[in-house]
């Protein structure tokens, strides 16, 4: 008892000396950093590829395939305009897309943090105001952070359950302090929506559909809409915020229309008419060959090509290795065998065709190399290797085929592989040692039309190998509970991954998302080495450290054999009327000003 005694106040001595200190190196700074100092000085004038002298005006109309049922894109249930997040809320901080994670003031005016990365604090402009000209107030702030962590969308739910207490300190400032150290934790509290808590009460946050527009301090309000029609933004014209430095020259725009499409096809048919006037396209085939129509020939359309050294993320067909049939690894080496990468993109993209996707943080810096992991990266695999699948540690590429449509040799080793499994034809159906046949089902969302024509193709390939899926195609709806659901054998995945990738990795493989509904791990992985590496991305103390862990990650993901991964382009192809511009200067994830209309502008 004695020696506990002591050893508490030895701690006790020890947590004050390190609060101390953390203290001591806090300073309030006009933004924030992963890694060293922003890039930008206090007394910037604007973002680096923002244009200040924009002029305001004009509209730009986009369109979407599905519909909505609900403007509140931080709940739970219903299906919302993805874009209402990012357009029609704000934060603390703001992004610069020219810099891999650094945020500068927005509703906050300075931001500090400690040396151990225990803690956060914001201090608020006086002048921000919600667009109903009410202050945005401490209070306000904390009752966001709950109310998304506890019932809010499941996104808020693990970064909540890292903060120990949320308070309001003496100077007025809000201070968030963690459970434990989390280099990226004090950013990400500076990227939480902030909404005005008196809207709710006495009203459900959680129930809320079309009934309550959320009232919130962005630049533009929801100002008209028709359920699973059209939504419409206008541009405040009493926005508190600019003269904001970061906003200098951003929202430009005077009003923001989403049209919503039965299906693709019907969207581009409205962008030819003039119904839109932007559309982004995905098929390098479609844009050499279907943009030749009126508008774009008499130049009222223009193509612009911008391009990004963003990751390319993961697009392809994801396997659910809660079903038995995909927990082996080379059942899923084999079905990646068996798609026949090389015919497909040829046919789909043309005869010069678009790279693969070789990797979750390929076309970066961030990506796994090839060959034997060597190095720091080495090092953080070195205790997880005898539990690692073949060719992480060692080097693992997707296979190729020759382009012919027979795939004779991918063919071939896909059967070599599921016999090694246990997986043999009889009378022309694989089947298991059980007896049961190896079939399974493709679920796709309603309007993917272009998934549905290679599932076509990848369907008549595996069917040489004895296995004979379904395509099942639902709305939108049903995709995503029985997605959030985990209902489903084989479906189109894609994941958005960034250059400062951190926290929300857990949420898209940690383990606990494996039973869990509602989680972005769709494959069901369960990997304590890509958990390690995630937490060693955290806490890193330099930027070596992180970019190592990172492509310790990417190998683990890779490796895994999770998905067929398809194309990719590090370019965005973006069609729009003549009048709608942007700046020539582009950022680093030059990609996301693609996603107008942040610094676009209306001549």
Known sequence: MKSNYFQTVRNGLASAV???????????????????????????????????DAPKGGKIVTGEVGGFDSLNPFIRKGRVPWQLRFLAFESLMGQSWDEAFTLYGLLAETVETDSTNLWVEFKLRPEARFSDGSP???????????????IGHPRYAGTWAKIETSEV???????????????????????????????????SFEESGLDTIPISSAPY?????????????????????????FRRGTNNIDELRMEFYGDATAMFEAFKAGELNTIRETSTAKWAQQYDFPRVTNGQ??????????PTGMNGFVMNTRRDIFKDWRVREAMLHAFNYEFIDEKLNGEEG????????????????????TGKVAELLEPYKTTLLPGTYEGYTLPTGDGSARNRAGIREASRLLEE??????????????????VFDILLKQGSAEHQSIANIYKEHLERLGVFPTITVVDSAQYRERTDAYDFDMTHFIRGLSLSPGNEQMSYWGSDGVVNPGSRNLMGMNSPAAEAMIQTMLTSESQEDYRAAVKALDRILTAGRYVVPLWYSNVSMLAHDANLKFPDKLPVYGDWIGFQPDVWWSE
Do not use: C
């Open 136 to 150: 945005v107030t401490a209070e306000d702030v904390i009752w966001s952070y709950e109310t998304l962590g506890t």
């Open 301 to 310: 359309v223009v193509k612009s090509e911008i391009p990004h050294q963003r």
């Open 421 to 438: 499994a246990g997986w043999v034809v009889k009378d022309g159906v694989l089947t298991g040692p059980d007896g049961h046949p190896f």
């Open 354 to 373: 678009l790279p693969r996707i070789a990797s979750y943080f390929h076309n970066s810096v961030l990506a796994m190399e090839n060959g034997e992991a």
């Open 221 to 245: 309000i929801i100002d008209d809409f028709e359920a699973g029609r059209f939504v419409s933004l206008k541009r405040d014209p009493d926005y508190w915020g600019n003269d904001v430095p």
């Open 18 to 52: 390190i609060l101390a200190a953390s203290t001591a190196f806090a300073e309030p700074q006009h933004g924030i950093a992963m890694y060293g100092d922003p890039a930008l000085p206090p007394d910037f004038v604007s973002l680096p590829y923002a244009n200040a």
């Open 169 to 203: 300190t003496p100077e007025g400032k809000i201070r968030f302090t963690f459970k434990e150290p989390d280099r990226e934790l004090a950013l990400i509290m500076g990227m939480r929506p902030i909404l005005k808590k008196a809207q709710w009460d006495g009203v």
